[in-house]
């Protein structure tokens, strides 16, 4: 998923589960913003010495090119932030991939549910576990691992409507030269499918996986409803779950709002918010200006330091999760 789904759904969703603008700014910052969270000057100690001597333990959530390249961390960021692992199959390759509505996602959401107002962390912490339980509906059926379970071949585009029937055609063949070169190479998540998993008007198909076809756009659906009933509890609302109405605007987005380029769909997005095309109920004058920055949290030494400590502790759910079935994949310190 992109910044329209991580940054975009997830504030609309915090105002409907009736969060604060305020909260539902640093809900939705946090989310995106592990996608965000990486070694911006991997040559220079210097952004390093500052966090230390302020405190704030700092763990990446994602790589830059650089680190992409080398290689350096990658299983400390893919799989305890982008391909929660489902932990079924015999082998641990196989418990590593990727699983929608899987143990470990399940325990996810109770961990998420269990989150209380009283801890001055809870849009932190919501922001990133919502990050990566909505993955697990966008990155099934892969794991956050160099490995041939990831290849993909005979892979297939389509889209809702006629707009980018051209384009995307274009798209099948450079993807086809892509695919086939990473399929030589142990591909890493979902990079042999290219951005097929995270575009929401986007219906594909390769041949080892989504044989019938996959259409995002429900899977977005449906992770936009599990990631609003954890709202609506953690706000103490009643859980309802999302109305027909809101169903259908969100929808609309998701099949009608159709771009290859992330920021033409998040600026779509953030018009629409601007705009009150979601019918929040209590619209403010934050909300008409909304944004994603990631000043939002790094300008701000509290909030960073708050950040920080909420994607640790995630990171340290999710490895002692591991360790109880016998998956010592991660180490304790970030590897940087």
């Known amino acids: 998923m ?16 009736k969060f604060c603008s305020a909260n539902a700014q640093i809900i939705a910052t946090s989310s995106q913003l592990v996608d965000d969270n990486f070694d911006t000057n991997p040559f220079s100690d210097a952004e390093e010495e500052r966090n230390i001597k302020e405190g704030v333990h700092v763990r990446y959530s994602c790589q830059n090119i650089w680190g992409n390249v080398t290689g350096k ?25 990727c699983k929608k509505h899987s143990v ?23 922001g990133i576990g919502l990050h990566v339980f909505a993955d697990t509906w966008a990155h099934q059926e892969f794991a956050g691992i160099n490995n041939t379970l990831n290849k993909v071949q005979n892979l297939i585009f389509a889209t809702q409507g006629s707009l980018l029937q051209n384009v995307l055609s274009e798209l099948v063949g450079a993807s086809s ?39 995002n756009w429900d899977e977005f659906l449906e992770a936009a409803e ?17 109305s027909d109405s809101q169903r259908k605007l969100l ?44 000043g939002t949290i790094f300008a701000d030494m509290n909030f960073r330091r708050q950040f920080y400590d909420e994607i640790n502790a995630h990171f340290d759910w999710v490895r002692g999760k591991l360790e109880e ?11 940087y």
């Open 2 to 17: 992109d910044l329209d789904f991580h940054y975009g759904t997830i504030y609309v969703l915090s105002r409907w589960a």
């Open 73 to 97: 961390g990658n299983g400390e960021i893919w799989i305890p932030f982008h391909f929660l692992p489902g932990l079924t199959g015999d082998t641990d390759e196989d418990k590593l991939v």
């Open 104 to 126: 470990l996602s399940e325990a996810l959401k109770a961990r998420l549910l269990d989150t209380g107002l009283d801890n001055s962390d809870f849009a932190f912490k919501l």
């Open 177 to 215: 030269v892509v695919s086939k070169v990473l399929d030589e190479i142990m591909p890493l998540g979902h990079a042999a499918a290219v951005h097929c998993p995270d575009m929401p008007y986007l219906w594909w198909k390769s041949g080892e996986r989504f044989t019938d076809g996959r259409k």
């Open 226 to 242: 599990e990631c609003f009933c954890i709202l609506q509890q953690v706000s103490c609302e009643p859980v309802t779950g999302l």
């Open 251 to 294: 929808v609309r987005c998701f099949k009608g709002i159709q771009s290859e380029d992330i920021n033409e769909r998040y600026n779509e997005w953030l018009k629409r918010i601007h705009e009150n095309y979601f019918q929040i109920e209590d619209f403010d004058d934050n909300d008409a200006h909304t944004a994603y920055s990631t």
């Open 325 to 335: 079935n016998d998956i010592y994949v991660l180490k304790s310190e970030p590897i």
